[in-house]
């Protein structure tokens, strides 16, 4: 065990990425995002997650899914890239576990379109994509993406559509030929940085993860993470668990702004914040 894990009685790393579905601190805001898709899910709309780098976007969308009954709902989960159609397709494909060797457009958009039809009418079972990192798709996929997703012979006639990524993304919607997928869009959230109190309360359930129920961050330490943070939750990450680090070497039981400074020197600056 590292040093400082010791000197905290640490059971676990604090405030890492990967944290079980289980330990999800579940906020206000994401109770915002959950609302919106369930209602996407069950009109058949698309629903738009926006949010910077580290507001917990995709954590937010593993809530959601990780909620859904397996037996009732098929989620098609992509993490876009900047990539072509084509790219999305593959990995759609892939997710749905169909092997294709064509590199035909038309051909990967009817087996797509076969296989979802398979799974809502034969096996009645509610299907849904979600992109994350959407932000990063070209235009013109947007536009490809309404008609892959359109079920004329359906009661719903389109699939549910889930959109995750950065601001631009709600921006790029609104070009032309993206319009007729913008129209389609009934519910749309922002992620914001948490305020000083979620953020209270999400540095102690992070502690609580890691096996501590002492706070041991002071007040000003808070203060410091929330404020060098903008209040997201990844580069709070990074503040903390490098405060605690600094608070452990200097053998202090508390972490105090100082150490939240100090540890914020060590970390890339971008926009006057912590990367
Ligand atoms: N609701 C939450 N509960 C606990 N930790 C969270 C929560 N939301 C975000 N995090 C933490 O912040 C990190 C970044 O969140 P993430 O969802 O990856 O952000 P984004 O997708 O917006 O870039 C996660 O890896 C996790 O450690
Ligand atoms: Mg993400």
Do not use: W
Request: glycine share 8%; charged share 20%; with cysteine.
């Amino acid at each position: 065990m590292s040093g400082y894990r010791q000197f905290f009685g640490l059971q676990n790393e604090p405030f890492t990425t990967d944290i079980k579905r289980k330990d999800i601190l579940v906020t206000a805001a994401l109770k915002g995002v959950e609302e919106r898709l369930h209602y996407a899910l069950r009109i058949g709309g698309i629903a738009v997650v926006t949010g910077e780098i580290g507001s917990g976007k995709s954590t937010a969308l593993r809530y959601v899914i990780g909620g859904l009954h397996p037996s009732e709902h098929r989620i098609i989960y992509v993490t876009a890239s900047s990539g072509s159609i084509l790219e999305l397709y593959r990995q759609i494909l892939g997710e749905l576990g169909v092997g294709i060797s064509s590199s035909s457009r038309a051909l990967m958009t009817q087996r797509i379109k076969q296989e979802i039809a398979e799974m809502v009418q034969g096996k009645k079972m509610k299907a849904a994509l979600v992109i994350d990192e959407a932000s990063l798709l070209r235009l013109e996929v947007f536009a490809e993406l309404h008609t892959m997703t359109q079920f004329e012979q359906d009661s719903k006639p389109f699939l549910p559509i889930v959109l995750a990524g950065q601001s631009n993304l709600v921006d790029n919607l609104r070009y032309r030929n993206c319009l007729p997928l913008a129209s389609r869009v009934v519910a749309k959230t922002h992620l914001q940085g948490s305020d000083q109190k979620t953020m209270e309360e999400y540095l102690r359930h992070h502690l609580a993860i890691a096996g501590v129920k002492r706070m041991l961050f002071d007040e000003a330490a808070v203060t410091a993470i929330h404020q060098g943070s903008g209040g997201l939750f990844r580069k709070a990450n990074h503040l903390a668990r490098g405060a605690l680090l600094g608070a452990a070497r200097s053998e202090s039981q508390a972490v105090t702004a100082e150490h939240v400074r100090l540890a914020a020197t060590e970390l890339i600056l971008t926009d006057g914040r912590v990367l």
